[in-house]
């Protein structure tokens, strides 16, 4: 079953194609890796799959609803005409739909005057209105999973980097997410905490979790994720099976890319 499908999806800033009719799907249970250059389009691409940015064409599925369809080579976004950040942030059809979806993001993006347990609640209550007791014996369940039950009344600025992205996890998964998007996230950490976070990531594939992961540590797709696709100027120039591709790339861009990692 698919949990996540994009089908040419475009994308461009003043002229400048960022994305350029990319399109692939996500499995459930599956991990996929997206990996690529700095401004390769990664980024953008997995802010288009999770609603902070919105698709110029193209069209996009969650769990088999047609989220996003292309009309006259424009994208219609389900429950809007107008096609506008701000227009995506109020769609009450798309607050719906990121149900299904949890994010963690390379900085962490916590609220540093919230609580950790604050932080890890917030979306639940706030978002899905679901109950404020059921929400704090989930948000505890996953803060514990994360090894930081006992940092639930702290405040972000008094976790190490590694905690705050453990953190940042904690609330992705309180969410109970179909799937969860990982953007580089361990792009603002040391070497040290860079392996506590993979293998935070590492434990979820073994449960798994479908989950998209852009990345740049090789080793770690290679292993851990399903599949890889890698981007390169808004196009995907090589797909397949993870540890294939990364370890024996068809194209000669791909090869070349991966050279430094070896």
Not at 117 to 142: C, F, T
Not at 146 to 156: D, S
Not at 157 to 170: D, K, T
Not at 192 to 211: P, S, W, Y
Request: hydrophobic share 40%.
């Amino acid at each position: 079953m698919n949990i996540f499908e994009i089908k040419n999806c475009k994308k461009s800033f003043d002229g400048i194609k960022v994305i350029d009719d990319i399109s692939f799907n996500v499995k459930e249970g599956e991990v996929l890796a997206i990996i690529g250059s700095s401004g390769s389009g990664k980024t953008t691409l997995l802010r288009i799959c999770t609603f902070l940015q919105y698709m110029d064409d193209g069209e996009m599925s969650y769990l088999g609803e047609k989220i996003v369809t292309s009309d006259n080579g424009a994208s219609r976004y389900i429950g809007q005409n107008e096609l506008s950040i701000d227009a995506l942030n109020n769609n009450k059809e798309l607050i719906k739909i990121k149900s299904n979806f949890g994010l963690v993001f390379q900085n962490f993006n916590l609220f540093p005057h919230w609580t950790v347990l604050r932080n890890v609640m917030d979306a639940p209550i706030s978002v899905e209105k679901r109950d404020k007791d059921e929400v704090e014996a989930s948000a505890m369940k996953y803060l514990k999973k994360m090894g930081l039950e006992t940092k639930a009344m702290r405040y972000p600025c008094e976790l190490s980097g590694g905690q705050q992205q453990r953190v940042a996890i904690a609330r992705a998964l309180c969410l109970e997410p179909k799937i969860i998007y990982f953007d580089e996230p361990t792009s603002a950490l040391d070497p040290e905490l860079t392996g506590e976070i993979l293998k935070v990531i590492k434990d979820l594939a073994n449960e798994n979790k479908t989950m998209v992961i852009v990345t740049h540590e090789m080793n770690f797709a290679r292993d851990v994720a399903d599949r890889a696709i890698f981007v390169d100027n808004g196009v995907i120039v090589e797909e397949g099976d993870a540890h294939e591709l990364i370890t024996n790339p068809k194209m000669e861009r791909t090869k070349k890319f991966l050279q430094k990692y070896n």
